[in-house]
């Protein structure tokens, strides 16, 4: 499940900022990350209904590539996501306060209005949806907005690291917590969803399995939900402190800072993507499950820590011409992430194309590359006439209470 509900860079409340380098550098990493999130829920589509089925048939190049998903995406995409929300938090804050211009009003409509994005999406699309998570979490920040970055730095840590650390060692002590609805349940609860949207036609039954769906994620797995949630907001409180800091802005005076995240946060938390992985492919490291679980956990911010510190250093060195060609695609992140969900459920469902349990690992990945290529096209496309995707201008629409100018300034999508 992932969620793109970053704000974006060029959406503040002091109007649109041009597509500047530095600009175009974070759009960048939100385009490669929706890539991620992209494939993770385009498998997560079909897995979650008929993994056994898919595996089974599974030739030596699909496990590779069921591997790497889980290695190096499966939850590492939607974190590197959690910490641009954050930079584009604290941009918005900036830009606000350098205004003179109001925030906290205008930041709790635009989260109300990512909570009923988030609503429609989960009960008549795609039932893996988490922007309302996302509103609801984003919405705590303006707690934090007025902390010092020694305070932010440290209760960030504490919530991606302490509170994964603290639930593991509470689950060896006393063991796992009990959901409040068992794994038998939760599997009739997922064998009458695939019923309902294997029928031929879109109408009730396809919006009562995804709010059934919904209630079983959440039900049969609450208090690791529960962490995830808090380790979503201490991803946003450190984007909010990259964005004071600049880090994101300026790649060059932050080098050095981002080689040692790079050389730390990666092979760490590789690792401990790799034990979670090894776990779920059946092998016993002789762990207890709480530490499994804690391992896979802690890999994912130390992943997305790395991911974007990695990304960044290339797209600055080396790497304009990705610059230019992904950022479209970043600046329209929430068309797009709403619009692969779409694509996803109409190959898959029975009132589209019908072809759940029918593609392999491989094609599955492939028909999301084959999604995120469509889209970013679109997005060059879309953009060479209009200022914002079409939901990034309704979310401002109804975020202000008045239409900006849709049609865009010419000079609008020149990156230096």
């Not at 590539?65 to 939607?78: E, F, P, T």
């Not at 060059?252 to 492919?281: D, I, K, T, Y």
């Not at 992904?326 to 996803?344: D, E, W």
């Amino acid at each position: 499940m992932s969620a793109i509900a970053a704000p974006s860079l060029l959406d503040s409340p002091a109007g649109p900022l041009p597509l500047t380098g530095r600009v175009a550098m974070v759009d960048t990493l939100r385009a490669l990350a929706l890539f991620g999130v992209i494939v993770m829920n385009v498998v997560s589509m079909v897995m979650m209904f008929m993994g056994d089925t898919v595996m089974a048939r599974a030739v030596p190049a699909d496990m590779v590539v069921g591997v790497s998903d889980l290695v190096l995406l499966q939850g590492k995409a939607r974190s590197c996501f959690a910490l641009l929300f954050g930079v584009g938090f604290g941009v918005m804050l900036q830009r606000a306060g350098s205004a003179g211009t109001g925030f906290d009003a205008f930041f709790l409509r635009r989260m109300a209005v990512l909570l009923v994005f988030g609503l429609f999406n989960q009960v008549f699309l795609f039932w893996g949806d988490i922007l309302a998570l996302y509103a609801v979490v984003g919405a705590c920040l303006l707690l934090v907005r007025d902390w010092s970055d020694r305070r932010l730095l440290i209760g960030a840590t504490l919530l991606v690291v302490g509170v994964p650390l603290l639930h593991g060692l509470l689950e060896l002590v006393f063991g796992a917590l009990p959901a409040p609805m068992g794994e038998d349940r939760a599997d009739a609860v997922i064998a009458a969803a695939l019923q309902a949207l294997q029928q031929p036609h879109y109408g009730p039954q396809v919006m009562a399995a995804n709010v059934s769906l919904l209630r079983m994620i959440w039900a049969s797995d609450m208090a690791y939900k529960l962490v995830y949630m808090l380790g979503v907001l201490g991803l946003f409180m450190l984007g909010l402190l990259i964005a004071r800091r600049g880090i994101l802005f300026d790649i060059a005076s932050h080098r050095p800072l981002l080689r040692r995240v790079v050389w730390v946060a990666l092979p760490v938390g590789l690792v401990l993507s790799v034990l979670r992985a090894g776990f779920a492919g059946g092998w016993d490291p002789g762990m207890p499950w709480a530490a499994i679980v804690t391992a896979a956990y802690l890999g994912l911010p130390l992943m997305a820590l790395g991911y974007v510190a990695a990304f960044a250093l290339l797209l600055q060195l080396r790497a304009q011409w990705l610059v230019r060609l992904l950022a479209p695609a970043g600046r329209m992140a929430l068309t797009n992430y709403l619009a692969s969900g779409v694509l996803g459920t109409l190959a898959y469902h029975g009132y589209g194309l019908g072809l759940m349990g029918q593609l392999s690992m491989a094609q599955m990945n492939l028909l999301a590359v084959a999604i995120f290529a469509a889209l970013l096209a679109f997005s060059h496309a879309w953009l060479r006439w209009f200022r914002y995707g079409p939901v990034e201008w309704l979310w401002r629409t109804l975020s202000y209470g008045r239409a900006p100018t849709m049609w865009r300034d010419p000079g609008a999508l020149k990156t230096p």
